[in-house]
């Protein structure tokens, strides 16, 4: 059976003066699943939203969605939802004027999800929406997004200040909404251990280049971890490919790009080491290491800065 893509990208790419945010991205992101966006600060996950969703132009490459370029075309992106960590509201507004104007541009909009999930989160309706605390912006993000009801939706670090319970009614009402009613949802997120359950497929970005996509089981399946004493460990990942390992005295840990075989597991228990599956979180920030957060940090934010200016130029 043929795969339906909902967003296909070829070469893409964005450069901010001497930074490049993301490079030569390639990729297919499966319609009606829930796609984990992965990666350290940085990587490039909201460079790669905002390309996708049309509020940024890239240096280089192409984007479709539903087989069309999105940009400047109203009718491919009013079928999108984009809630940004750092979603900005008019002084004024209040949760009546947020949801009122996100009812008038998202043909799909679902009132009644909005009241069920405005009642869930406890978000107040009196003060202005600039006034609220970060998790109350947060919850609002979420109603918005799962109410839109939007063909694809991009949740960018959606939890920011959400307590645990309050996160995991967002998780139950993502899953809950999306066997409803199906649709392509991509979540950016630094909680790995907490969404694993939702995602279907993922994405890992470093330094913006896309390092894996597939599904989240085949993922999981491409590496493990093994644990013992230093000089034994030393030893058994000699010429593998190691994507991680950290010592502690004389034991340490490795994390292995590499599908576990039968002669690994006996090789490995032959030298008192312990083989076991790799978390995904675990799995991701192992692709992470050996660079450093600043760095990363650094070139998306300024990235980001770099945007803004050249769209106020425009």
């Known amino acids: 059976m043929t795969t339906q893509i909902a967003i296909e990208t070829r070469g893409l790419t964005r450069r901010f003066?001497?930074?490049?945010?993301?490079?030569?991205?390639?990729?297919?992101?499966?319609a009606n699943t829930i796609t984990g966006l992965l990666g350290r600060n940085g990587a490039g996950k909201t460079t790669f939203m905002s390309l996708v969703t049309a509020q940024d132009q890239p240096s280089a490459g192409t984007v479709r969605v539903d087989g069309r370029e999105p940009f400047e075309h109203a009718d491919?992106?009013?079928?999108?939802?984009?809630?940004?960590?750092?979603?900005?509201?008019?002084?004024?507004?209040?949760?009546?004027?947020?949801?009122?104007?996100?009812?008038?541009?998202?043909?799909?909009?679902?009132?009644?999800?909005?009241?069920?999930?405005?009642?869930?989160f406890r978000i107040p309706s009196k003060s202005v929406?600039?006034?609220?605390?970060?998790?109350q912006l947060s919850a609002l993000g979420i109603v918005l997004g799962l109410a839109s009801r939007s063909p694809i939706t991009f949740f960018d670090e959606p939890y920011l200040g959400l307590?645990?319970?309050?996160?995991?009614?967002?998780?139950?009402?993502?899953?809950?909404?999306?066997?409803?009613?199906?649709?392509?949802?991509?979540?950016?997120?630094?909680?790995?251990?907490?969404?694993?359950?939702?995602?279907?497929?993922?994405?890992?970005?470093?330094?913006?280049?896309?390092v894996h996509h597939e599904?989240?089981?085949a993922l999981r399946g491409s590496a493990f971890q093994v644990a013992g004493r230093s000089a034994a460990l030393e030893s058994f990942v000699k010429g593998r490919k190691v994507l991680s390992q950290r010592s502690i005295g004389g034991l340490a840990t490795a994390v292995v790009g590499e599908a576990p075989t039968a002669e690994d597991r006996s090789a490995a228990e032959a030298a008192g080491l312990e083989i076991s599956a790799v978390s995904l979180q675990d799995l991701v920030a192992a692709y992470?290491?050996?660079?450093?957060?600043?760095?990363?940090d650094t070139t998306e934010t300024a990235a980001r800065g770099a945007s803004r200016t050249e769209r106020s130029a425009a």
């Open 288 to 296: 992470g290491v050996g660079d450093t957060a600043t760095e990363n």
């Open 163 to 210: 307590d645990a319970t309050a996160r995991g009614i967002f998780y139950d009402e993502l899953l809950r909404d999306y066997a409803e009613h199906p649709r392509t949802i991509i979540l950016s997120t630094h909680l790995i251990d907490e969404m694993d359950r939702l995602l279907e497929r993922v994405i890992v970005l470093e330094q913006g280049r896309v």
């Open 17 to 30: 003066g001497g930074a490049t945010a993301l490079e030569d991205v390639t990729l297919q992101v499966h």
């Open 129 to 135: 929406v600039k006034k609220f605390s970060r998790g």
């Open 215 to 217: 599904e989240v089981d």
């Open 76 to 120: 491919i992106i009013e079928q999108m939802c984009f809630v940004r960590d750092n979603q900005r509201y008019p002084d004024d507004y209040k949760l009546k004027h947020a949801v009122r104007a996100a009812a008038i541009f998202y043909p799909n909009w679902d009132q009644a999800t909005a009241d069920r999930l405005i009642e869930a």
